[in-house]
């Protein structure tokens, strides 16, 4: 045969293969079974018929006859010895062409496009949004029909043939803006994060990103939590927090769940009913193993908590451990505990032990406390000692070893608090209580506003005190609406809430010492009486909605978010300040000089602490204390003050994670790059 008459021979087989193929293709079915192996992967018979949709019985003979097709183009291969369908890689390319020829011809078809968000593409239909403004925005159909009129107008003059889902609802949003139905485009508007903002994280993140990816993604769902809470919260109260009268501390989480949490493990062990959620979680915490019910109970908890998780009867569960043991056991749960949290920072928990009953059993617990923060560069848990007299030196001596290492105590002589210092407001009770206490008020801010009128500031807090309450109540109206939407399973699951326990909604105070001394400009002698009468005037406030409500309502002091935010936004209302603040004042820090003066301290201490019903948080300075002079300075402390909070800064080096002591260089690998966690 001639040359010539072999090579047309060739490109007639190859052109009538070809054709074979493009015939093959011709079926959206066929199409189908090659997506989804390509997607699933290999597949057995019945797995591949499912899957394309052939379920019944009567369809079988269809589905062999379009999986023959397949096989005899080679298009989907059979290993025979699995007894399963896989894709070729002819037929990889073969889906591939069929994906661009589709794209081509709809750009050339001329007609618009929408990449959809449900990752599809459709073509454009004005119909949906006259669905989304009636049923998003509660328009009528008349006005959505006229508003999607203009909007299709907008979209046709735009020289593009593929539309985003995005593009089409910012159109809507112009129109409705333009309109001045600004309520309407608040129901329909888009949250998210700038391409721009996610984009620095992942190229400049500066060492933020100590977690990874995880804390990427906190973040980033945080910001859209805020943005939807601020963007559907009432606006007077986001125009008081953006104006910086109040803080509403944590937006990420303000809407969703608890502040705080006092829970008493042995009622968690009683309760527990975890029902469908949390699957992967053994079913029952076993009430005398602490290694075990320790860990499940931070991995359920901190998922709905904000701020700190107080965990109360921990020593309990040792009650029938060997003494020698209990050093090993509660630091292998501390450190089991940590690894099952999703970071470090909140919620902090802390662990309620007692000083009262065996102190053999508690300087155990100390030890492998110490232990376990040996071993982690940042602790996530604190322990709060509760003592009647005093503590003997072989306890203080460890409890200032601990305290050097970067781990942190708490004491108190009469009631139990949070490490930040607030209120166990219902101290009778071993149910589970939920602490609301993320607004905060700028005092400073009233005191500017009051032209040096002590009287007038009064009536400020006073008219601002309502509104705040009004507020946190309206936290707690979220907060059960989300339990019975079962958004809160650990909450409601776990602590029986709000079946079980009690709330208490908290105030805070900021700044309050420098709009007494600095601001209003009353003197050290005459300020504590101010200060008396103005949280008298923030209580009798609290007096009037506790009557009607069996929450308890209390006035704090203590640490948040807010301090620089304040100072930052009174700067730039009034200008330079009369007083160069780079924070407001949030609780009282005491120093070893402080304590010289013992009995006046003690007395005002005692009486401020009574005034402040929700908490007032007391740091211990001791950073410039050394190891030997601490024990007299603690022993010294627990007699004179009721509570107090002590922890120094810890200093982490961000190439290997070690703690550095007081030097700026890293002993373990010589950087200077230190951060510091106060």
């Not at 409705?176 to 984009?199: A, S």
Request: aromatic content about 8%; glycine content about 6%.
């Amino acid at each position: 045969m001639p040359p010539s008459e072999t090579k047309r021979g060739v490109l007639e087989s190859t052109s009538k293969r070809v054709r074979m193929i493009f015939s093959v293709m011709a079926s959206p079915n066929r199409i189908d079974i090659l997506r989804i192996l390509n997607n699933k992967g290999p597949l057995t018979y019945s797995e591949l018929k499912s899957l394309a949709g052939f379920k019944s019985k009567k369809e079988s003979g269809k589905f062999a006859y379009h999986l023959r097709k397949l096989l005899r183009q080679s298009l989907v291969g059979l290993n025979k010895g699995e007894r399963r369908y896989t894709i070729t890689n002819l037929g990889k390319l073969v889906l591939n062409l069929a994906r661009q020829i589709e794209e081509k011809s709809i750009v050339e078809s001329g007609k618009m496009y929408v990449r959809t968000s449900h990752q599809t593409i459709e073509e454009f239909n004005p119909h949906k949004i006259i669905q989304s403004l009636v049923r998003e925005a509660n328009m009528s159909l008349e006005q959505a029909t006229k508003i999607t009129e203009e909007v299709e107008n907008k979209i046709y003059k735009l020289s593009t043939s593929y539309l985003t889902s995005r593009l089409i609802r910012d159109c809507v949003n112009n129109v409705l803006l333009e309109h001045g139905l600004e309520e309407q485009m608040n129901k329909l508007i888009r949250i998210g994060v700038p391409i721009f903002d996610l984009n620095k994280k992942f190229l400049h993140n500066d060492n933020a990103l100590r977690n990874g990816i995880s804390d990427l993604i906190t973040d980033i769902s945080e910001k859209v939590f805020s943005d939807y809470f601020a963007n559907n919260f009432q606006k007077d109260i986001m125009d008081m927090h953006y104006s910086g009268e109040i803080h509403l501390d944590a937006l990420g989480h303000w809407g969703i769940g608890a502040d705080t949490i006092f829970v008493d493990i042995e009622q968690v062990n009683k309760n527990l009913k975890l029902k469908s959620h949390f699957l992967f979680l053994p079913r029952t915490t076993h009430a005398h193993k602490i290694n075990i019910t320790l860990p499940i109970m931070v991995s359920l908890l901190q998922r709905e908590v904000s701020r700190e998780i107080v965990i109360e009867n921990i020593d309990k569960i040792f009650d029938d451990y060997a003494i020698d043991k209990i050093s090993e056991y509660f630091s292998l749960s501390l450190i089991s505990s940590s690894i099952s949290m999703r970071y470090a920072g909140t919620p902090f928990i802390t662990l309620v032990l007692s000083g009262n009953e065996n102190n053999e059993r508690l300087f155990q617990m100390l030890s492998g406390y110490l232990y376990y923060i040996e071993q982690v560069s940042l602790p996530n848990f604190g322990l709060f000692i509760t003592f009647a007299n005093s503590l003997s030196n072989d306890l203080l001596s460890l409890l200032t070893k601990i305290i050097k290492l970067g781990g942190r105590i708490s004491l108190s002589q009469k009631s139990v608090r949070s490490s930040r210092g607030i209120h166990k407001m219902h101290q009778d009770m071993g149910l589970p209580i939920i602490v609301l206490h993320s607004l905060s008020i700028n005092l400073p801010r009233l005191a500017y506003q009051s032209n040096k009128d002590e009287t007038y500031f009064r009536t400020k807090l006073a008219l601002l005190m309502r509104p705040s309450v009004s507020t946190l109540l309206l936290k707690k109206e979220i907060l059960l609406e989300n339990i019975r939407q079962d958004i809160l399973p650990a909450i409601s699951h776990t602590m029986g809430f709000p079946q079980l326990g009690s709330t208490s909604i908290i105030v805070n105070l900021i700044g309050l010492n420098e709009s007494i001394h600095d601001i209003l400009g009353f003197s050290k002698e005459m300020g504590f009486d101010i200060v008396k009468k103005v949280v008298k005037t923030a209580n009798d406030v609290l007096h009037d909605f506790g009557q009607n409500n069996t929450d308890k309502f209390g006035v704090s002091i203590i640490n948040d978010s807010s301090s620089t935010r304040f100072v930052n936004l009174d700067s730039e209302k009034f200008g330079k300040l009369t007083h160069d603040f780079g924070s407001y004042s949030q609780g009282l820090v005491i120093t070893k000089k402080m304590l010289d003066d013992e009995e006046s301290l003690s007395k005002n201490l005692i009486e401020l602490d009574n005034l402040m019903t929700g908490g007032l948080h007391v740091k211990l300075f001791t950073s410039d204390v050394s190891p030997q002079e601490m024990v007299e300075l603690l022993q010294k402390s627990i007699h004179v003050v009721p509570y107090f909070d002590i922890f120094e800064e810890n200093r982490i080096c961000s190439i290997c994670g070690a703690r550095v002591a007081s030097s700026d260089v890293c002993s373990i690998c010589g950087s200077r790059n230190i951060f510091t966690f106060k």
